[in-house]
């Protein structure tokens, strides 16, 4: 048996894919979109669908104690949705990277019970991980320097101490 026989192939995972905003329609067709999207990943085949029904945040959120005055007018008007979704993925590598690219609120793998790996097996996974990771951290940098950039030139425009003001609030 080689290697690659070892891996345990045929994974079964539901994934639970969040979205918000408005109006409730558009959140049912970007779950539709989202869900033709993984479909359409190789190795990976949707087995089986159901979206929920769209439902107003403030009404989710009633029962959160930690949501102020404030956070409640900013989501008025916006709706949530999810979709919960069965794949099945040729190998544990395309389940991480659905993972990453879809960003699901959660993910239960199905079957089987036991995975084997090879240790190519795992250092694809770490690697792909990796990988990720400095994309992330790239664009965290870019940011960062934008926002030193951002504040330097209101500095200059605001003159310093009225920026300090502003910053403070």
């Given at each position: 048996?080689?290697l690659?026989e070892?891996?345990?192939?045929?994974?079964?995972?539901?994934?639970i894919?969040?979205?918000l905003g408005?109006?409730p329609?558009?959140?049912?067709?970007t779950l539709?979109?989202?869900?033709k999207?993984?479909?359409?990943?190789?190795h990976?085949e949707?087995?089986?669908?159901?979206?929920?029904?769209?439902?107003?945040l403030?009404?989710?959120t009633?029962?959160?104690k930690n949501?102020?005055?404030?956070?409640m007018?900013?989501?008025?008007?916006?709706?949530?949705?999810?979709?919960e979704?069965e794949?099945?993925v040729?190998d544990i590598?395309?389940?991480?990277?659905?993972?990453?690219?879809?960003m699901?609120?959660?993910?239960?793998i199905?079957?089987?019970?036991?995975i084997?790996?090879t240790?190519?097996?795992?250092?694809?996974?770490?690697?792909?991980?990796?990988?990720?990771l400095?994309?992330y951290?790239?664009?965290?940098?870019?940011?960062?320097?934008?926002r030193?950039?951002?504040?330097?030139?209101?500095k200059?425009?605001?003159?310093?101490?009225?920026f300090?003001k502003?910053?403070?609030?």
């Amino acid at each position: 048996m080689s290697l690659s026989e070892q891996e345990t192939k045929g994974i079964r995972a539901v994934m639970i894919l969040e979205v918000l905003g408005k109006p409730p329609k558009h959140l049912n067709e970007t779950l539709e979109n989202l869900i033709k999207q993984i479909d359409e990943e190789k190795h990976v085949e949707v087995k089986r669908k159901r979206i929920s029904e769209a439902k107003k945040l403030e009404d989710s959120t009633k029962n959160l104690k930690n949501f102020d005055k404030d956070q409640m007018t900013s989501i008025k008007g916006f709706y949530t949705n999810f979709a919960e979704v069965e794949v099945e993925v040729e190998d544990i590598l395309n389940l991480v990277i659905l993972m990453f690219k879809y960003m699901p609120a959660h993910i239960e793998i199905v079957s089987p019970e036991l995975i084997a790996l090879t240790n190519n097996g795992w250092g694809d996974i770490m690697n792909e991980l990796v990988r990720r990771l400095h994309g992330y951290d790239e664009i965290a940098r870019v940011l960062q320097v934008e926002r030193t950039m951002l504040e330097n030139k209101l500095k200059e425009v605001m003159g310093e101490e009225e920026f300090e003001k502003m910053k403070g609030k």
